[in-house]
């Protein structure tokens, strides 16, 4: 989970520092934003194993993490839709 939240990190301030230096940040936005929601939605569901039936019951808002994690994947541009802007960037 630390290695996930770390790499999410360092990718967003990578493209915030790339996005005030150049136009075109196409594949680095892409990159970032799929990343960092597989990392969101990865991380929610540690934290429900870690939890336990706790983690799965509406009452400890776990689950509702969960939930709001992977809206990520579907909101401003799904993470199929990233896939396609990195293959395309990638010429393929
Ligand atoms: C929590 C949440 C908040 C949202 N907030 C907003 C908002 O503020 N403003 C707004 O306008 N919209 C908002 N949306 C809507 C969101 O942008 C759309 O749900 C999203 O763009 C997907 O469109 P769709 O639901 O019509 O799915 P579809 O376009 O029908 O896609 C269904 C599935 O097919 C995949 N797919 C579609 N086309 C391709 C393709 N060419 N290649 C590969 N896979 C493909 C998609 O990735 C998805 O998995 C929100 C959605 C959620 C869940």
Same mark, same amino acid.
């Given at each position: 989970?630390k290695? =996930?939240? /770390?790499?999410? =990190? ?5 493209? &915030?520092?790339?996005?005030?230096? =150049? ?5 680095? $936005? ?16 540690? $934290? ?6 706790y983690?799965?019951?509406? /009452?400890? /808002?776990?689950?509702?993490?969960? =939930?709001? $994690?992977? &809206?990520?994947?579907?909101?401003? &541009?799904t ?8 293959? $395309?960037?990638?010429?393929?």
């Amino acid at each position: 989970m630390k290695v =996930r939240v /770390e790499s999410s =990190r360092h990718m967003l301030y990578h493209y &915030g520092w790339l996005s005030g230096h =150049r136009k075109a940040v196409y594949l680095e $936005a892409a990159m970032t934003k799929l990343h960092i929601a597989d990392c969101w939605v990865k991380c929610c569901e540690d $934290a429900i194993q870690i939890h336990g039936g706790y983690g799965y019951m509406t /009452e400890y /808002e776990v689950e509702r993490e969960l =939930r709001d $994690a992977i &809206g990520s994947k579907l909101y401003s &541009g799904t993470s199929e839709i990233q896939r396609n802007i990195i293959a $395309a960037m990638l010429g393929l």
